[in-house]
């Protein structure tokens, strides 16, 4: 592929190679396609806003992003969360310039008009008589997105008007969303702000990391995965050979790492879990989540096109009980070569305080920038963005071809829906966000 002033449909369809599980280099450096990505995916697909528990009272809102639009996350006095697009209808100053807060409206700090928490003009800073009359005030609202919805307390939003329900959008996934966001009656709460970081690496490869990788797993993480899962690289390794993978429909990828078979007597059930709440998650969840949740080592997913989920149990000391981390982040995208990670920790609202702060814990020493799981992959990812960005590399291709040994051999009576191949090694669910983000970016 020749590097192009401009690519349309009939270049995706070359861009990534289903037959031979290749992809082109150039979609994960060329600015050209970031800026149309930006446009066939990020204003189409649902994407992932905010925490239910961080907006828990009417008024409350967090700022966010939309792919590259700047947008308020808020609850309305009507207990409903809604998104508005964070520019001023008047001259288009960003409106609201605060991360977190609580109001009973929004004004622009330009000119001072003011709008309500569902975007409506409420007032301008002059009197509207100066107008003559001659501007229609209703079409000065904040545009609000096509639709917002919520699962397990995980709110998404589109600006797609034709965009199927978010339920439907989430189809197959929610049932392995359940297996970490909705396992207690309660459900989950949100470990504080977001910490944030900016990695010099294209969005999607963080995206299909979290599909997920299986293969890298020993070779970047192995020696500190024996330091704090407790858990030797080969036996790290059979755990995710042996593991399945599944592809849950609409690009939503991810791994459920088992405990090795011969360490399931060692290892109590639900490692990482807060004791007196197994019993509660085991009455919660259905036959079929448990058997795959009972001796879960790790779990990593990822909805299309950029919202990722991690959970796994670390310990702190030998005397200590293994205590989970459940890590939400979005991949978002600043220009083709640069992703900011936004990342939250959450734990059952029915745990005691003490294990809330073990989890934020767990969660701070592995996946965050000082964490270690996080420091192995972001210097993997930068050795890619070094490795295909000059003007030869570029014109090569990325490999996922051990899809090609996994693709047809699916688990039959898998206990969960979607297609469930056998091995975390598969590269089968990381390759499907590619083809996930082909048809977007065909269509
Ligand atoms: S730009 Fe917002 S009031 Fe003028
Ligand atoms: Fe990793």
Redo the contacts with the bound molecule.
């Keep these: 592929m020749l590097i192009k002033e401009s690519f349309g449909p009939a270049d995706f369809e070359r861009l990534v190679d289903e037959e031979n599980a290749t992809a082109s280099r150039l979609i994960f450096t060329d600015q050209s396609i970031f800026e149309i990505e930006q446009e066939k995916v990020f204003t189409k697909a649902w994407l992932y806003v905010g925490h239910d528990t961080e907006i828990p009272n009417a008024g409350d809102y967090v700022t966010r992003q939309m792919g590259l639009d700047p947008v308020i996350l808020t609850r309305g006095e009507d207990g409903n969360p809604r998104v508005l697009l964070n520019t ?1 209808p ?4 960003q ?1 609201c310039g605060t991360d977190v807060g609580n109001t009973k409206g929004f004004i ?1 700090p ?4 003011a709008f309500g928490l569902d975007g409506e003009l409420k007032a301008t800073a002059d009197d509207k008589e100066l107008y003559e009359g001659k501007v229609d005030f209703n079409t000065l609202n904040m545009t609000s997105a096509a639709q917002v919805g919520s699962y397990a307390g995980l709110i998404f939003a589109t600006w797609n008007e034709e965009a199927d329900s978010l339920d439907d959008y989430l189809g197959d996934a929610r049932w392995y969303l359940d297996l970490f966001h909705n396992r207690t009656p309660e459900g989950m709460e949100v470990l504080g702000p977001p910490q944030r970081w900016v990695v010099n690496t294209n969005w999607k490869l963080g995206a299909m990391n979290f599909a997920a990788d299986g293969p890298h797993a020993v070779q970047v993480h192995g020696p500190i995965t024996a330091a704090t899962f407790n858990v030797p690289p080969s036996i790290f390794r059979d755990a995710l050979v042996d593991s399945p993978a599944v592809s849950m429909g609409n690009g939503h990828n991810g791994i459920f790492t088992q405990i090795p078979e011969e360490l399931k007597d060692q290892v109590p059930p639900y490692l990482g879990t807060y004791p007196d709440l197994v019993p509660v998650i085991e009455e919660h969840l259905s036959p079929g989540q448990t058997s795959l949740n009972r001796h879960l080592l790790a779990g990593v997913t990822t909805m299309f096109p950029n919202f990722s989920s991690v959970q796994g149990a670390i310990t702190f000391d030998t005397e200590s009980l293994p205590v989970n981390f459940l890590g939400i982040r979005v991949w978002q995208p600043i220009s083709a070569t640069e992703t900011e990670i936004w990342n939250w920790f959450l734990v059952e609202k029915e745990a005691p305080q003490a294990w809330k702060e073990a989890a934020a814990k767990a969660g701070v020493r592995t996946f965050t920038p000082a964490g270690t799981f996080d420091q192995d992959d972001a210097e993997a990812w930068v050795a890619i963005n070094n490795g295909i960005s000059g003007p030869v590399a570029r014109k090569g291709d990325i490999n996922f071809q051990m899809a090609l040994a996994y693709r047809d051999k699916t688990i039959p009576d898998f206990p969960g829906p979607g297609r469930a191949y056998p091995s975390n090694y598969g590269e089968v669910t990381e390759f499907d966000v590619l083809l996930e983000w082909q048809k977007y970016m065909k269509s």
Aim: aromatic share 18%; glycine share 18%; with cysteine.
């Design positions: 001023c008047h001259r288009g100053a409106v622009c330009y000119h001072g008009w």
